[in-house]
């Protein structure tokens, strides 16, 4: 098993540009997460899909993110447009049975963002 | 509101000394509380998963504790090699009373470095 998938491992866009984050999670697995990662606040919980549904996207910043997935073997995260401040390594996890899952909850590699 | 605190945030330990890291909590109601340790430019990994019921649980050199009536958990890495660098997250998870399913709460972490 490949484990779950980002890409891409690295993103450097200038403010204001759109940009796309995409996750290919463990097959079998039915939720997905997508985290954010900063030195000042640790890892976030942006949004959970549980079936493919968004569950709780009470994490998602504002309306300039916004996270889609279309199946159950793929997922991305949008932000459009980015500033500065979304500079941070953006993780997606899945598991299989929710958040609390007690075990097949695994993390991805992660995709460092940088808006300049 | 749900809080998990690590200390220390930061430890430097010398190649084959043992450390203790620490993880105090108040989520509830309590489901679960997981170590993981992350690796720089890595996705946090699942060292150990602990239910209610148990104390302690061992992984190789890893040793954790948990005891819920303090809310406390602790993090015993034993014989440290260098690879054990990395980051170590406190992970705990409430019991949900809706659909959404478990809820996480993510300590800020402790970062570990092991001198030759």
């Known amino acids: 098993d490949a484990g779950v998938i980002q890409s891409p491992r690295h993103e450097v866009t200038e403010m204001g540009q759109e940009v796309t984050l995409r996750c290919k999670p463990i097959?079998?697995?039915?939720?997905l997460f997508w985290y954010r990662q900063t030195m000042m606040r640790g890892l976030e919980l942006l949004i959970y899909?549980?079936?493919?549904?968004?569950?709780?996207d009470s994490g998602m910043p504002e309306d300039r993110f916004s996270a889609k997935m279309p199946n159950a073997s793929f997922s991305t995260l949008k932000i459009q447009p980015s500033e500065p401040r979304d500079s941070a390594v953006y993780f997606c996890?899945?598991?299989?049975?929710?958040?609390?899952?007690?075990?097949?909850?695994?993390f991805g590699s992660g995709t460092r963002l940088t808006v300049v | 509101k749900n809080q998990v605190e690590q200390s220390p945030q930061s430890l430097i330990i010398l190649e084959g000394k043992n450390c203790t890291l620490q993880?105090?909590?108040?989520?509830?109601?309590?489901?679960?509380l997981r170590w993981y340790k992350q690796d720089t430019g890595r996705g946090p990994v699942s060292l150990t998963i602990?239910?209610?019921?148990?104390n302690t649980k061992s992984n190789r050199r890893y040793t954790a504790t948990l005891d819920a009536d303090t809310k406390q958990s602790s993090l015993h890495i034993t014989a440290s090699q260098l690879s054990d660098s990395a980051s170590y997250i406190c992970?705990?998870?409430?019991?949900?009373?809706?659909?959404?399913?478990?809820?996480?709460?993510f300590g800020g972490g402790t970062r570990l470095m092991v001198k030759p």
């Open positions: 899909f549980n079936n493919n549904v968004p569950i709780d």
């Open positions: 602990m239910t209610f019921s148990e």
């Open positions: 996890a899945s598991s299989l049975g929710g958040q609390g899952a007690i075990y097949g909850y695994t």
């Open positions: 097959s079998g697995h039915n939720s």
């Open positions: 992970v705990v998870s409430a019991s949900a009373h809706n659909n959404a399913g478990n809820m996480l709460t």
């Open positions: 993880c105090n909590y108040t989520v509830s109601p309590f489901s679960n």
